[in-house]
């Protein structure tokens, strides 16, 4: 960041340019090496567009997984809707079956019980579910950021080589 120097009226600052000039003349001295003997360096454009379409291969897979596991889901939880509304209508039965007040409390428990047991287990499976596509997509693009970086590490020696 530049500088300020006062002049006589405190109002008007000037900023100093010596550190900015000094800046760009190291800057523009760094661009020079880059055209030595007056040969620019040479830019990979088919390795660049080569890069970015493994990127976006890498995202369409990832972006595949991430759909497939939400569909898997979506799927899931439809049949455990459609089952749940099939034992509702069994429990329905058995409840409004002739019986003692206790044989239709201990059943009331039983079927608490068991529903709950249910939705925990149905819960942890659409969990996991989701976790292992969202790991796969990450995996997918954890792997293709390695791979960007070594593709591109690979180039620049290319290049200072030349």
Request: no cysteine; proline share 2%; charged share 30%.
């Amino acid at each position: 960041m530049a500088k300020t120097q006062t002049v006589e009226n405190e109002f008007v600052k000037v900023p100093d340019f010596t550190q900015f000039q000094a800046e760009f003349s190291k800057w523009a001295g760094d661009f020079g090496k880059y055209f030595v003997n007056g040969k620019a360096p040479s830019f990979d454009f088919d390795a660049v567009f080569a890069l970015q379409r493994k990127n976006v291969e890498a995202f369409t897979a990832a972006n595949q997984l991430a759909f497939d596991g939400v569909k898997a889901v979506a799927q899931r939880q439809a049949e455990i809707a459609r089952k749940a509304f099939e034992e509702f209508g069994k429990v329905t039965k058995e409840l409004t079956s002739v019986g003692t007040p206790e044989d239709k409390f201990a059943k009331q428990a039983d079927l608490a019980k068991s529903a709950f047991e249910d939705v925990l287990a149905n819960m942890r499976e659409v969990v996991d579910t989701l976790q292992k596509s969202q790991s796969e997509a990450a995996d997918v693009l954890t792997k293709r950021a390695v791979a960007n970086f070594e593709e591109v590490k690979a180039a620049v020696a290319k290049i200072a080589k030349k």
